[in-house]
């Protein structure tokens, strides 16, 4: 069984800085594309960044471009989320997934963890 554990979340101000970790069991993740989303208050979940099994290429959404970086450490089956310049609107619980290669369509995964709240004040 798949399981995924969030953490490193936490309130901060805007303009300030937080990193996610993931750490993943029951799986093949060396081999696995892996992503995060995130479900902000009163919103749909929404992918906000993903990364190759090899780590080689990422991807973001437009709302954090620039601002947030994915990596990965295969030798310990986690995956990271740097997120830099942090806005109000970034409030949300951050949840990571392994997912099929370019399908960010949060509705075809199921296998959420518990998720990391991440709270972002003005």
């Known amino acids: 069984q798949v399981q995924s554990v969030e953490s490193g979340g936490g309130l901060v101000q805007s303009g300030g800085s937080l990193r996610l970790s993931c750490v993943a069991s029951?799986?093949?993740?060396?081999?696995?594309?892996w992503a995060w989303f995130r479900q902000g208050p009163g919103k749909e979940r929404e992918f906000v960044a993903a990364?190759?099994?090899?780590?080689?290429?990422?991807f973001y959404s437009d709302a954090v471009k620039g601002r947030f970086t994915i990596s990965r450490d295969n030798a310990k089956n986690a995956v990271y989320l740097q997120m830099n310049s942090l806005e109000p609107e970034d409030t949300a619980v951050y949840y990571c997934i392994s997912v099929r290669p370019r399908h960010y369509d949060p509705s075809e995964y199921y296998d959420w963890g518990q998720g990391t709240q991440v709270t972002v004040s003005s």
């Open positions: 029951g799986t093949t993740f060396s081999s696995e594309t």
């Open positions: 990364i190759s099994w090899s780590g080689e290429s990422t």
